[in-house]
């Protein structure tokens, strides 16, 4: 579904795709949360210092924040509006299911944050075999799955089509599936989470598959060494394209120079905040 829509993720060291400090003194929301040891301060592209690390737990007023970043940025994707016509309803449904997303990826999946003062990005992927959940996990989460059905029935049906269409359509090879990616605006960290995930799966040896709605950015993920699986295909009659790309693991050099070149050759302005650091699905 995109975004980052499918996960990726994996433990392992990270490439130098950034200019990187001796960890600062930085302000963190993540006070208090259960994280992995896996984390880093990077220099996002407007120079100022954040702080990326895993998440395992997260207090409720941690969530609520991650999921209401979440909410903002996907609200007007296409996909939701379709299911969700009604502004007011289109939030209250979008808090729901990020919710049930978050959850369940700090436990079967990855989360990764972004923060400086705030949480202002996060990355959702998922290892191998991994996504999409299984029926025990879903029933983990079944009083939130009855809310949303008893919210907008027609609107979960929607996403249960496209769903439908899309894991008709996914490799069978293993892989890495990138789900959900997306940055406050202004403050420049998409390129610097994307780096973080693709460092993990290329240390890993594993490839990395996307879905996203936002037609700008398989331009983007190219950049990086995306290749196109399907061009453009509809999931529900009548409603918005979707394209898959597939990424397969490269040596660590050619990978750090790829991402490198790929930040180098990024659009700036409007284009940027649109494709990165507003919302992609990764799926």
């Known amino acids: 579904m995109i975004g980052f829509a499918g996960m990726l993720g994996f433990a392992g060291t990270y490439l130098p795709w950034s200019a990187r400090r001796p960890?600062?003194?930085?302000?963190?929301?993540?006070?208090?949360?259960?994280?992995?040891?896996?984390?880093?301060?990077?220099?996002?592209?407007?120079?100022?210092?954040?702080?990326i690390r895993r998440v395992l737990d997260l207090s409720p007023a941690q969530l609520q924040e991650v999921t209401a970043l979440l909410a903002r940025s996907f609200d007007d994707t296409?996909?939701?509006?379709?299911?969700?016509?009604?502004?007011?309803?289109?939030?209250?449904?979008?808090?729901?299911?990020?919710?049930?997303?978050?959850?369940?990826?700090?436990?079967?999946?990855?989360?990764?944050l972004a923060c400086n003062h705030q949480v202002v990005g996060a990355v959702i992927w998922y290892l191998p075999g991994r996504y999409p959940m299984s029926v025990m996990r879903i029933l983990r989460h079944l009083p939130d799955y009855l809310r949303?059905?008893?919210?907008?029935?027609?609107?979960?049906?929607?996403?249960?089509?496209?769903?439908?269409?899309?894991?008709?359509?996914?490799?069978?090879?293993?892989?890495?599936?990138?789900?959900?990616?997306?940055?406050?605006?202004?403050?420049?960290?998409?390129?610097?989470?994307?780096?973080?995930?693709l460092s993990q799966v290329d240390e890993l040896g594993l490839p990395i598959y996307l879905e996203t709605q936002e037609g700008?950015?398989?331009?983007?993920?190219?950049?990086?060494?995306?290749?196109?699986?399907?061009?453009?295909?509809?999931?529900?009659?009548?409603?918005?394209?979707?394209?898959?790309?597939w990424r397969d693991p490269q040596p660590c050099r050619q990978a750090a120079k790829a991402t490198a070149n790929a930040g180098r050759a990024l659009p700036s302005g409007p284009r940027l905040s649109a494709a990165v650091e507003g919302s992609t699905r990764l799926v």
């Open 23 to 51: 960890a600062p003194r930085v302000v963190s929301s993540f006070a208090g949360a259960e994280t992995a040891p896996q984390t880093s301060y990077e220099t996002a592209k407007n120079g100022s210092t954040v702080e």
């Open 148 to 197: 949303l059905l008893g919210a907008s029935p027609l609107g979960v049906l929607t996403l249960f089509r496209a769903q439908l269409t899309l894991s008709g359509y996914r490799p069978e090879e293993p892989h890495c599936h990138g789900y959900f990616l997306c940055a406050r605006p202004g403050n420049h960290v998409g390129v610097t989470l994307i780096k973080r995930v």
């Open 78 to 112: 296409t996909l939701f509006q379709v299911a969700f016509p009604d502004p007011a309803l289109r939030n209250r449904m979008l808090q729901v299911l990020f919710t049930t997303i978050v959850k369940d990826a700090m436990r079967f999946g990855r989360v990764e």
């Open 216 to 245: 700008r950015t398989p331009n983007l993920y190219g950049r990086f060494g995306f290749q196109m699986v399907r061009n453009g295909f509809e999931t529900i009659p009548e409603g918005p394209l979707t394209w898959t790309m």
